[in-house]
């Protein structure tokens, strides 16, 4: 009896029905629940039944670090602010619609977007201006604020990001503006058709200037926490909950039918797979890779979604034994990357033959890793060539070279993955390799701050569809260039992407990409999927094309045996 939205990863574009220069319209919700719904005998779209108590959950898998839109950087905490906070515009059903924004339009050089909001407001009964917006997205930006998530503001192309990252214009020159309480104005550098996808992310949601502090933690304290999405935090019990209920000042209060969702936040798959065929979650994305085959064929209630990421080892680019590419691409090169997707993780994921996901799009529609090729990778293991090149760099059959360490934050699958690698590099290579496992808090720290020996595990998802959301992590000045890569023709090519658009964009993109690459700072294992569980009770939920849960249309149903 459930409704599900699955969701193309090229869906959210610039054509939704309510968007275009001189555009004024409204948004209209297509939900036709509301709050009496909950009432004894309600019924869905889809005819079944409202379940008297609506409250979903749902297993986080850990304690997010922070849930401040601009601070940051992980995808529990993304699912979380993505169901609490809205931003001008929002992801459903793969279209951009009208969040805070009602309407926007675009000058004729397509540089200037006007945005007018609605009456909206906080949790807290004030209400949400354009300069809450501003004072957010300048936030984001200033380099004081040391948001991992910075460079997103000038992925956007907004005037002037890339000189405030810099330090060469004060963050005050930003081109955002607030012309009244209902009107933001954004101006670009260039044409940018992504844009209004990244109006959708969570670390352009706004937030307000007397609410916030420099660490974050007022979004985790129920005191403190205010917000302007579906649902306000109630209650924090760290490492273990988080507690949110629905916001009735949201200005769509009237169509969001959950009272409340209670986040759970249990790092051991098994542990969570138990909770859930017990009913005690609703919503579980941590299988035990062991159990994946069998719920595929036999459970309806799991799901492999698609996924627009890359699961992948950092180089640490400081490390002497990495120094030589010829050691990073032999390291690369022994590794059987079909017999870990297909034999280890078991998820349905794809062996990378490169880092750019195959669903990456370029300007023309075609796939960009299919046009730029694979660069000599493919899923197998070459191992002659990996001996020949650690050889070459003076370290024969791995003689010399030292332990290598593969730090990841601890989760079955993660360990599984690294064992085979291990194995795989001792067997191919006779490299000696040590695995080191981190709770995902201290993880986030030791890896964000260069702080890891030589390999470290990650996962990059894109934020939009278009390569440079995989290739940006790698620029010199990027925070989440873990290992520190730094390229002057790498981040040349970058940089002229973004002055430029069309073909000549496309071509500096593919150069950039040649040269990673080439260099290869990175270990690429598997592109992502998406494998959720979620029971037959919960209707009209939803995984974005970015890979966020979206929460606000959620209702709990009776099943009828």
């Given amino acids: 009896m459930k409704k599900k939205l699955i969701l193309g990863l090229v869906a959210a574009m610039a054509c939704s029905s309510f968007v275009g220069c001189g555009s004024s319209s409204s948004s209209t919700s297509t939900n036709t629940t509301n709050e009496s719904n909950a009432q004894e005998g309600a019924t869905t779209d889809s005819g079944a039944t409202l379940a008297e108590e609506q409250t979903l959950k749902v297993n986080l898998g850990g304690d997010p670090k922070t849930l401040d839109p601009q601070l940051n950087s992980a995808a529990d905490g993304s699912h979380v602010i993505n169901n609490s906070f ?30 007018k909001l609605r009456e909206s407001k906080w949790s807290d009964g004030q209400p949400v201006t354009a300069g809450d917006f501003e004072f957010a997205w300048k936030r984001g930006a200033d380099p004081k604020t040391a948001s991992e998530y910075m460079y997103i503001f000038e992925s956007a192309n907004i005037l002037n990001a890339a000189e405030i990252a810099r330090g060469e214009k004060a963050i005050d020159e930003l081109g955002v503006k607030a012309i009244d309480d209902q009107t933001l104005e954004v101006t670009l550098t260039v044409p940018t058709d992504f844009f209004v996808q990244l109006c959708a992310y969570t670390s352009m949601m706004p937030v307000r200037a007397d609410m916030v502090d420099d660490e974050g933690g007022w979004a985790k304290d129920p005191s403190k926490a205010i917000s302007n999405g579906p649902f306000v935090l109630s209650e924090y019990k760290m490492g273990d909950q988080l507690i949110y209920v629905k916001n009735e000042n949201y200005w769509d209060a009237e169509n969001v039918t959950l009272e409340k969702i209670v986040y759970y936040m249990i790092v051991d798959e098994s542990t969570a ?96 890793a299919e046009v730029a090729g694979d660069f000599g990778f493919t899923g197998k293991a070459d191992v002659e060539q990996a001996k020949a090149l650690l050889a070459e760099a003076g370290y024969p059959n791995g003689e010399g070279l030292g332990e290598i360490e593969i730090l990841y934050n601890t989760s079955e699958k993660h360990k599984q993955i690294a064992e085979a690698v ?17 709770e995902w808090a201290v993880f986030q720290e030791t890896t964000n701050n260069n702080k890891f020996d030589t390999l470290a595990r990650r996962g990059w998802i894109g934020d939009y569809n278009d390569p440079q959301t995989m290739l940006e992590i790698f620029e010199s000045a990027n925070g989440q260039n873990i290992g520190r890569y730094a390229s002057e023709t790498f981040d040349a090519e970058m940089a002229a992407s973004r002055q430029t658009s069309g073909d000549e964009r496309m071509e500096h993109l593919y150069n950039a990409y040649n040269i990673l690459m080439e260099d290869l700072p990175m270990l690429p294992i598997s592109y992502y999927t998406y494998p959720i569980m979620v029971q037959d009770t919960v209707e009209d939920w939803e995984i974005t094309s970015v890979s966020k849960m979206w929460l606000g249309d959620v209702k709990m149903v009776e099943i009828e045996e």
């Fill in 86 to 115: 809205e931003g001008l515009l929002r992801e459903v059903d793969g279209e951009i619609v009208p969040g805070v924004a009602e309407s926007y339009t675009v000058s004729e050089d397509g540089l200037v977007y006007t945005f």
């Fill in 273 to 368: 797979h138990t909770k859930y065929t017990a009913g005690e979650l609703d919503i579980n994305e941590f299988v035990p890779t062991d159990e994946m085959a069998r719920l595929n064929a036999e459970d309806p209630t799991f799901y492999i979604l698609p996924k627009l990421g890359t699961y992948y080892y950092a180089y640490n680019m400081n490390a002497p034994q990495l120094q030589d590419v010829r050691v990073r691409k032999a390291l690369a090169l022994a590794i059987d990357k079909d017999h870990i997707v297909k034999e280890v993780a078991r998820g349905g994921e794809v062996a990378a033959t490169g880092f750019m996901p195959t669903n990456v799009k370029d300007n023309q529609g075609k796939s960009f």
């Fill in 422 to 438: 291990q194995e795989m590099l001792k067997q191919n290579l006779g490299v000696t390799v040590k695995l080191t496992n981190q």
